[in-house]
Every structure is written in structure tokens, then in C-alpha cells.
């Protein structure tokens, strides 16, 4: 348990000075800027906290007892957090499920030719990593150009417009459709992705050995009612 500890350790370093010095954590600041930045209003509470599970997130949540609880970018949720965010959360999570669970998963899906499998996805918390029921999948459009960085940012996009729709319907007294996960798809985590991926990626890529065909129109579900 310990080494596995280490070794996350080591690749989340590794991949947090990759993302730096290759520019990726500038571009993905750059994506998702907001033109101009507002202060929330006087009656929305912000907890600014070192780790999702502090003690305080979860006094927090429950003063809140909210209805629907939205999670995206956070680590797993223990038990006692989990039960406090209510009777129905909801993650956008960075990757189609069910068969890309957990960290880079653009990356994987790109790396095993799934081109099928790229896309993110809104759905229930549970107990497990990426697990839970799921609202919708949410896929984007495709350029042979593309990257697992620029793909996830295109992906996360829609997928957060189309929950802000999902929860305008649910608070119109709409319901949130819940598909189960028939299968546990591969979980991908951060010391899966080695130096030798990224470099085996790179040459394919530029060898033209990998080519990501392109998908120039997508199909979205539409709401409830529309």
C-alpha cells in the first residue's frame, strides 16, 4: 500500500512538471477563463479548503441539506462527506464511462485507438471510483489534430453547459435520468501513465502511426420537454 502511495507520488510530480513545461496547464487556464471576474453573490457561502474531505466542507454541506449536490475536478469522497451532500450528487467526470474510469482518460482512449470512447461524462456519485449511474454522456466534436488536452477541454465544456441544463430542468421539478453501469470499464490511474506513454504517443503521432479521425458533427440529446 505504501509503495503504491510512493509511486503516485512520483507520477503525480511527473506529471504535474510535464503539464508545466509542455504548456498545457496555461492552455487549460487559458479555455476556461472567464472574461470578466464577478464576485458570486452575497448569498452564496465559499469555503476555501486545502482537501475536499476537511471536517468543515461537511458541516458546510449539511447546514446546506441540499437537494442536488454537483461535484467536478475533487478527489474521492469519503463516506462521512458522501452522506452529508444529500440524496443525489452528480460528478462531470473527464472521460467516457463506462469504460474509461479514473485519470487521463482522454489519454488512453487516443493512446488505445478508442476513438469511440472519448467523450466526458455527468454522473451519480457512489462508493466507487466512477461508478455510479449515468446522467448523460457527453461527446465532442473531433479534429485529426487534436490532443487528449484539447479534446478533455471540449468535452468538459459541453459536458458543464449541459448540466447547467440538467439542473434547470431538475429545478423546474424535472427528473435526472439515470443509466446503470453494466460493466466496470478500465481504471485508469496516475501512475499508469509512464514516461514511456507519453513518448511512445508522440512518436506515433508524429510518425502519422496514430491518425485521430475526424467527427464533424455530433448528435445532442435533447432535453426533456424541448
Avoid at 68 to 91: D, F, Q, S
Avoid at 189 to 216: A, G, S
Amino acid at each position: 500500500m505504501h509503495s503504491k502511495r510512493y509511486r503516485d507520488y512520483v507520477y503525480s510530480v511527473y506529471h504535474s512538471i510535464r503539464r508545466k513545461v509542455t504548456g498545457l496547464d496555461a492552455y487549460r487556464a487559458a479555455y476556461f477563463a472567464r472574461s470578466e471576474e464577478e464576485p458570486p453573490p452575497a448569498k452564496y457561502k465559499q469555503l476555501v479548503v486545502g482537501w475536499i474531505n476537511d471536517p468543515s466542507v461537511v458541516d458546510l454541506i449539511r447546514q446546506a441539506a441540499p437537494d442536488l449536490t454537483v461535484v467536478m475536478g475533487t478527489g474521492i469522497l469519503r463516506k462521512e462527506l458522501l452522506e452529508a451532500t444529500g440524496p443525489m450528487t452528480v460528478n462531470v467526470h473527464g472521460g467516457y464511462l463506462p469504460d474509461y474510469r479514473g485519470n487521463h482518460c482522454f489519454f488512453f482512449a487516443i493512446y488505445d485507438r478508442a476513438f469511440d470512447k472519448i467523450g466526458s461524462t455527468i454522473h451519480f456519485i457512489n462508493s466507487g471510483i466512477d461508478t455510479g449511474d449515468i446522467v448523460e454522456v457527453v461527446v465532442p466534436l473531433i479534429y485529426s489534430t487534436d490532443t487528449a488536452e484539447t479534446l478533455y477541454c471540449r468535452a468538459e465544456k459541453l459536458a458543464i453547459d449541459r448540466l447547467v441544463n440538467w439542473i434547470d430542468h431538475f429545478e423546474k421539478g424535472g427528473t435526472l435520468p439515470r443509466s446503470p453501469q453494466l460493466k466496470k470499464g478500465r481504471l485508469c490511474r496516475t501512475r499508469d501513465r509512464k514516461p514511456r506513454h507519453d513518448i511512445l504517443m508522440f512518436i506515433r503521432r508524429k510518425l502519422r502511426l496514430l491518425v485521430i479521425p475526424e467527427t464533424l458533427r455530433v448528435d445532442t440529446p435533447m432535453l426533456p420537454g424541448q
